[in-house]
C-alpha cells in the first residue's frame, strides 16, 4: 500500500505511520528471493476510523505464540478503548508494513513497542482533536473506555476522528512509560479470538474455499532430488474434471473434488531417474565431519550426536491461490508472508505487488513454515488450470517434503582446576548451526566454533534453532565435569557464573524443585541444566525415573525458571514455557527422523513419535519479571533446558551418559 | 457404488449426496462446510478430526460415512447452542488450554465424550483417556485442567 493510498483503502480518520529503519536489521528466517522490491520505511502503521475501531497493520503473524493477543495489549496499554474495538491486520502483503518474518522471538522486543508508540501518538491526535472541537485546555481532557471526555463534553475516538484525514509520521525513538507503569500490559488477558478457535469458527488455511477451487496434488518423487524420465498421463486425464500438469520435474493433477484428484494422482505412470544417497541416518555424523568447509576439531573430543527432528505443526502445509489477470493472491500459513511473496514473484517473474499473500492465523509453525512451499505449488497448479486451486498437504507429504531441523555432531573438551573453575573450554559444532553456540559460564580459555557441513536432508529453522542441540551438548558436559571434580552440579555451574540473571534462574529452578533436599533412590535421577538465548535467561531441573527392565525413562517432574525481562501476559508466558518443555521433550526423549537411499523412513505419526498426554511430567514454572528490563520474546529459549536436564537426570539414576539426541534412540 | 443422500448432524438432516466409502471427516468438510473437524494425519494417529457419534468420539478421518447413516452427528459446531458455549468449550478458553488452537475442536469433543463415560476423571484417566489426541504446541497439562474444571462443574451434557 502507497502514502497516497491510505485513507482510500482505510477510509477518513486519523492515520500513524510509525517509520522504522531498523526493523531490516531483524535476524532473517532464511533465504531471501532475489525479487525483493525496496521495502518500505514504516514498522507499522495503526487507523482510527469513524467507526472507533483502532486498527493495527502488522506483517507479523499469528500462529499460536498469541502475538495477536500481546499487540492487543500493546495497544490497551496506550489507548483506554474496549478490547472488542481493537483489531489487528496482520500478515497480508497489501495491507501490512513490510516486515521479514514472525522469527528469531522478535515480536515482543521490536514490534510490541512499535504498536505502544503508534497507540500513543494515536492517543495524542485525538487529545489535539477534542481540544480544539471544544476549545479546552488539554489537561482537563479524560481519556478512557473508547471516549475522551471534558466537563459536558463527550466524544467517543469515532466521533472525533471522523471526516479528519490527518496523518502523523512518528519516529520508533519515542520514548514509552515504564513497565512498572503500566495498566493493560502486564496482565493475563486471555486469547483474543479464542472464542473463535473453540467454536471451530476460525478459518484455517486448510479450511479455506473458493467457489469453482479444484483439489490439487503434487506427483513427488519417490526419491529427493530424482529426476523424471517419462510420464503417462492418460489414464488420470481421462478422468472426468481433472486437469493435469506437467511442466519439467514438476507433475500435478487437479480436479473438483478431492478424492477425484487422489485417484488421478494414483493413476499417474512415472519413471524417476534414481538418486544415490550420500548419507544416511547412521552415516551422517561422520559425513558432517568429513564434509566441514573449515578444518575439523582435533580428534580426542568428546563427541554428541543431534538427529534431524521435524516440527509435525498439526495444520500441515496448505495454500489456496487464485489468479486475476497477472495478479496472483495467495492464502497460505507462513511466517513470511513478504519471503512467500518474493518467492512466488520470483517463480512467475512478476513484480512483486502482483502477488499478494494473506496468512490467516494459523495452525503452528515452530519456525517450520517460513517459506511457500504449498503457496508456489497451488499459485503454479492455479496459473495452469486457470481456476482458483487448493493445495493440502497430506501428514506424509509434511514429514517428506518440508524442511527439517538440522543433525548436528557436536565434538566439546574442557579441563577445570579442582575448585571447579573451568579453565578450558572447546566446542566444535558441525551443521547444527551457531544459536546458542557461546557459552554463557566465565570461561578463561575458550573455543567455539562452527562448522558448515554439506546437510543431506533440506533443513532450516525450528523453534530455539540449534540453542537445543548446543544447550544439550553444554549442559551436559558441564554435568561431566562437575562430576569429575566431584561437585554437585547445581555449585558447579554457580560456582562458574557471575552472570546475575543466569544466577537467578538458576537458583530460582533449584529452589522450586527442592534440589538441595532431593531424595536418591533406586533408579531414580535428578538433572539440572540453564542457559541464555534470544534475551532470555532458562533454568531447567528433571526428576526421571529409570524402568530397569527396559531400560527406557519416564520424567516425573521438571521445574523452569525462566527471565525474558518485563512479561507483557503472565499466562501466556506460562503457556509458552510449558510448551517449550512439552514440545522440548519429545526432541530430548524419541524424535527422530530415519532416512536413507534418499528418502524419509518413518513419514507416519505411528512412526514418528511426538509427545501425548502420558509423556508429560508434572510441570512447574517460576517466572521472574524483570519490570527494569526490556521484554524478550519467549516463544524458542523454554525449550532448550528439557534435553539436557534430562540427560543429566539419567547419568544421575544409573551412570550411564547418553551422547545423542534423542537420548531413546 | 452405493451412495449416501442424508446424514444427521448436529441435530438437523442434511441432504449429500456422496459414495458410501467416502471418509465421514471428507464428507462433513468438503460438502457441508464444517470445518472445525480438521484434518492433522488422515490415519488415525492425531484427533483433530474427532466428533460425536451417537455420543461417542470418533476419528472421522477413519470412518465412512456409510458407517454413520442414520446416526447422530455432532460436530463441533453444533456443540452447544448458537452463540452459547458448551461448559468444555468454555472451560478450554478460561484454562487457556490452546495456543494455535488447531487441535482444539477434537480435544474439546473428546473431552465431552469422555466426561459421559467418567464425569469425573482423575488427571490419570484424563491422560490415558485423552492421550489419542496430539496438541503439538503442548498446552496438555492446560487441557487436563480445562477437562478436570469442566468437570468440577457438571461439564457433561
Known amino acids: ?665 | 457404488m452405493a451412495r449416501v443422500t442424508e446424514l444427521s448432524v448436529n441435530g438437523g438432516r442434511r441432504r449429500i449426496d456422496a459414495d458410501s466409502d467416502r471418509t465421514l471427516l471428507s464428507v462433513l468438510r468438503d460438502d457441508l462446510d464444517l470445518t472445525g473437524t480438521k484434518f492433522g494425519c488422515g490415519e488415525g494417529q492425531c484427533a483433530a478430526c474427532t466428533v460425536l457419534v451417537d455420543g461417542v468420539a470418533t476419528k472421522s478421518c477413519l470412518i465412512k460415512v456409510g458407517a454413520v447413516a442414520g446416526k447422530k452427528i455432532v460436530t463441533i459446531e453444533g456443540l452447544a447452542p448458537a452463540n452459547a458455549l458448551h461448559p468444555v468449550q468454555q472451560a478450554f478458553l478460561d484454562a487457556d488450554a490452546l495456543q494455535c488452537g488447531y487441535c482444539t475442536p477434537g480435544m474439546i469433543l473428546g473431552a465431552v465424550s469422555l466426561l459421559r463415560r467418567s464425569p469425573n476423571p482423575s488427571e490419570a484417566e484424563i491422560a490415558s483417556g485423552m492421550n489419542g489426541h496430539i496438541c503439538r504446541c503442548g498446552t496438555y497439562p492446560r487441557v487436563v485442567h480445562a477437562i478436570r474444571m469442566a468437570a468440577a462443574k457438571g461439564g457433561k451434557a
Open chain 1, 1 to 665: 500500500m502507497k502514502r497516497r493510498d491510505f485513507f482510500g483503502v482505510l477510509g477518513g480518520g486519523i492515520l500513524v505511520l510509525l517509520e522504522d529503519d531498523a526493523i531490516y536489521a531483524q535476524e532473517t528466517g532464511g533465504p531471501r528471493g532475489g525479487n525483493q522490491a525496496a521495502p518500505l520505511e514504516l514498522g507499522a502503521w495503526l487507523h482510527i476510523g469513524d467507526t472507533g475501531v483502532v486498527t493495527v497493520y502488522t506483517g507479523k503473524v499469528e500462529v499460536g505464540q498469541n502475538a495477536r493477543t500481546s499487540l492487543t495489549q500493546a495497544v490497551l496499554e496506550e489507548l483506554a478503548a474496549p478490547a472488542a474495538n481493537v483489531k489487528i491486520v496482520m500478515g497480508d502483503t497489501d495491507l501490512t508494513p513490510f516486515d521479514i518474518g514472525t522469527v528469531g522471538s522478535m515480536t515482543t522486543p521490536r514490534m510490541w513497542p512499535q504498536i505502544r508508540k503508534a497507540a500513543a501518538a494515536a492517543r495524542e491526535m485525538l487529545l489535539d482533536l477534542a481540544a480544539q472541537k471544544w476549545s479546552v485546555d488539554r489537561t482537563t481532557l479524560k481519556l478512557a473506555d473508547g471516549k475522551i471526555t471534558s466537563g459536558a463534553h463527550t466524544g467517543t475516538f469515532g466521533e472525533l476522528a471522523k471526516g479528519e484525514k490527518w496523518t502523523r509520521s512518528i519516529p520508533s525513538s519515542v520514548p514509552l512509560h515504564a513497565a512498572g507503569d503500566w495498566q493493560a500490559a502486564g496482565k493475563s488477558v486471555p486469547k483474543v479470538n479464542g472464542r473463535d478457535m473453540v467454536t471451530g469458527a476460525h478459518k484455517y488455511t486448510y479450511d479455506m474455499k473458493k467457489p469453482g477451487m479444484l483439489h490439487a496434488k503434487v506427483l513427488y518423487p519417490p526419491q529427493f532430488g530424482a529426476t523424471l524420465i517419462s510420464l503417462d498421463a492418460a489414464a488420470a486425464q481421462a478422468m472426468p474434471g481433472v486437469k493435469v500438469v506437467h511442466e519439467g520435474n514438476f507433475v500435478a493433477v487437479a480436479a473438483p473434488e478431492h478424492e477425484t484428484a487422489v485417484r488421478a494422482l494414483a493413476a499417474l505412470k512415472a519413471q524417476w531417474q534414481p538418486v544415490t544417497a550420500e548419507a544416511d541416518d547412521h552415516s551422517v555424523f561422520q559425513y558432517f565431519r568429513q564434509t566441514s568447509t573449515n578444518a575439523p576439531a582435533p580428534a580426542n573430543l568428546t563427541a554428541y550426536t543431534i538427529a534431524y527432528i521435524a516440527h509435525v505443526p498439526l495444520e500441515p502445509r496448505a495454500a489456496l491461490a487464485e489468479w486475476e489477470g497477472d495478479r496472483v493472491t495467495v492464502w497460505t500459513g507462513s511466517q513470511r508472508p513478504f519471503g512467500v511473496r518474493s518467492e512466488l514473484a520470483q517463480l512467475f517473474g512478476i513484480p512483486e505487488e502482483k502477488a499478494r499473500v494473506i496468512v490467516p492465523d494459523t495452525g503452528s509453525g515452530y519456525g517450520g513454515k517460513h517459506n511457500g512451499d504449498a503457496a508456489l505449488e497451488a499459485a503454479r497448479i492455479s496459473k495452469a488450470v486457470g481456476k482458483p486451486v487448493k493445495r493440502n498437504w497430506t501428514r506424509d507429504e509434511e514429514m517428506m517434503w518440508a524442511y527439517f531441523r538440522p543433525g548436528g555432531l557436536i565434538e566439546v573438551a574442557g579441563k577445570t582446576a579442582p575448585d571447579g573453575t573451568i579453565t578450558e573450554w572447546e566446542f566444535h559444532n558441525y551443521n547444527s548451526g551457531g544459536s546458542g553456540l557461546q557459552s554463557p559460564y566465565s570461561l578463561a580459555s575458550r573455543k567455539e566454533q562452527f562448522h558448515q557441513s554439506k546437510s543431506p536432508l533440506r533443513q532450516g529453522s525450528y523453534r530455539g534453532l540449534a540453542a537445543t542441540a548446543n544447550h544439550f551438548v553444554r549442559e551436559s558436559y558441564m554435568d561431566e565435569l562437575a562430576h569429575a571434580v566431584k561437585m554437585d552440579p547445581l555449585e558447579f555451574r554457580l560456582k562458574n557464573t557471575k552472570d546475575e540473571r543466569l544466577r537467578a534462574v538458576i537458583i530460582a529452578a533449584a529452589d522450586k524443585f527442592n534440589w538441595k533436599g532431593r531424595q536418591k533412590a533406586p533408579l531414580k535421577g535428578f538433572g539440572i541444566a540453564a542457559g541464555f538465548e534470544k534475551g532470555g535467561y532458562v533454568a531447567t531441573c528433571a526428576e526421571v525415573d529409570m524402568n530397569a527392565d527396559t531400560g527406557t525413562v519416564k520424567v516425573r517432574r521438571a521445574v523452569v525458571a525462566f527471565e525474558c525481562g518485563a512479561i507483557v501476559n503472565p499466562e501466556h508466558l506460562r503457556n509458552q514455557v510449558e510448551g517449550g518443555v512439552i514440545m522440548g521433550l519429545g526432541g530430548a526423549l524419541f524424535e527422530e527422523v530415519r532416512f536413507g537411499q534418499g528418502k524419509i523412513l518413518n513419514t507416519h505419526l505411528k512412526e514418528y513419535r511426538v509427545p501425548r498426554f502420558a509423556d508429560v511430567p508434572v510441570i512447574e514454572s517460576v517466572l521472574l519479571d524483570r519490570k527494569d528490563i526490556v521484554s524478550a520474546g519467549s516463544g524458542e529459549t523454554p525449550i532448550v533446558g528439557i534435553a539436557p536436564a534430562i540427560g543429566n537426570a539419567i547419568f544421575d539414576a544409573n551412570g550411564r551418559r547418553i551422547r545423542r539426541l534423542p537420548l531413546m534412540s
